[in-house]
């Protein structure tokens, strides 16, 4: 666990000078007018002193948009564009005193909770960090792990770790704290990268988005945007540079004297030394082209007024995909993992379980299947690049769960899951001890303990592209990641007959690992630590559970 120091306070500054990197440091402990919290700054008192704690925190104050779908009956209808209220987090914080006088709690009602999205979630994070006398800047950019095959805008926050004197990636809005610089796409790097022709800047932008605020325009956005937060500045993702009016003029195109200053600004944001930061400043305040003045005008609230929940029984006529089930026999199994296995997580208790026969689907459900699902229903179909027989994305718990009753189904079990990815093995995979390219979509270049490395195809495949197991399932390892049923919680070992899970939690357990996780969380017994049950965007599918 990370911990944050300790507390001190900051005054504002309006103008600084770099000197040295020192410099740098202190300016990035300082507020701006957007991550001032005035005078509620006394709520930041007795906050938790962990990175995971706080991340976990500060998400649970907010409901973000795409998210509005679940809680419709619980947020009014004239709160569903909160967004352009809450612009600071003076703002944020005043809001959530409205709802809640406690101020940021973990328990903090759906009713009570702010409709805000990812940039408020790292601007609150940078100004309780910079109320502790940790650098701390937000950042703008595209995330490769949100929308599998995609790079989705996204607005992070870096970090500084003064123990090992670097800079660190967290991103609050979905508590990953100090990942990979490769999941997180740098707007100056996609600049360069696009003019070298490096990338497709289709790939860039909103999944499901007009094509008009994808590709250029969303690179081109970000890294203006970066470019302010990165002199004080942090503007909220509605907001833009004036450069844009001229690419939303003339299809997606920009006059070479702006490819310069973009070229040249990119790469001066590569490293922000105390140099490299005084000439940005020059450049931006003598350049209007690039400066934020400009405001994006989205209706979020229509994402929550399509959210309307067709009556499922009336569905019934509907003509339905045909999924290929597996009959899985009952039996009794050791479920979680000997304390010898390598990779091996703390909540992989091993434990005996045993389990009444059921159906599984052969395959994770398809696009194809439920964008029938979603036509019959009225509900919008999820976001993905090639559909047909790709595992579906992009769907919440809540979607998969709905779906699964709709087809008379339900979703499986934990248990039920990993008894019938093992397959009767009782190795980390059904394959054996190790796992190979040839085997399933994971990322080779990360094999298991001392197994070979292997390709790594870097995106999704369709159902079905390799080998079966035992039982004559498909794709249990890697590829996708899979909803269970089950909230997750610490497993319940005197629960030895089709155990359930616990009756409450805030997250779902996921299980099978993707197509860009490492082989060790590919494991039969991996659990993930669970995603919250109205995440959609890190590539989770599902498959189907039928009882004998």
Known sequence: MISILTITECDSQQAYKFTNNESVLDFYKQYSSFTDPGEYAYLYKNLPDSLPELCSLIKSQFIHPFALPQYRDQIPKERWNESVKYTTVKSILKGLLSYDSRGLVKDRKLEDRLVLHCWHCSILLASILKYRGIPARVCYGH???????????????????????????????????????????????????????????????????????????????????????????????????????????????????????????????????????????????????????????FDLSKLAASSDKPDIKKLSSINKPDIEFVEIPGGTFMMGSPVTEPGRKDDEIQHEVTLSAFKMSKYPVTFEQYDLFCEATGREKPFGFKRGNMPVSQVTWYDANAFAEWMGCRLPTEAEWEYAARANTTTPFYTGDCLTSEQANFNGNEPYFNCEKSKNIKNPLPVGSFSPNAFGLYDMHGNIWEWTNDWYGEYNVDDKLNPKGPNTGTKKVDRGGGFYDPAWRCRSAYRAGGDPPVNRGTGISFRLVKDE
């Open 143 to 297: 995330a490769a792990y949100l929308a599998p095959g995609f790079h989705t805008g996204h607005v992070i926050c870096e970090v500084w770790n003064k123990n090992e004197n670097r800079w660190m990636l967290v991103d609050p809005s979905t508590d990953r704290i100090d990942f990979s610089r490769e999941e997180f796409a740098f707007s100056n790097d996609s600049w360069l990268k696009m003019q070298k022709r490096e990338i497709d800047p289709n790939l860039y932008g909103m999944p499901g988005n007009n094509d008009n605020y994808n590709g250029l325009v969303s690179i081109v956005s970000t890294v203006c945007l970066d470019l302010a937060s990165i002199l004080g500045n942090e503007y909220s993702i509605y907001q833009y540079a004036q450069i844009l009016n001229y690419a939303f003029q003339n299809n997606n195109q920009l006059q070479d004297k702006q490819i310069e200053i973009l070229n040249r600004i990119s790469k001066l944001m590569k490293s922000l030394n105390a140099e490299n930061l005084s000439e940005l400043q020059k450049i931006y305040n003598n350049t209007p082209q690039i400066q934020i003045t400009e405001t994006h005008q």
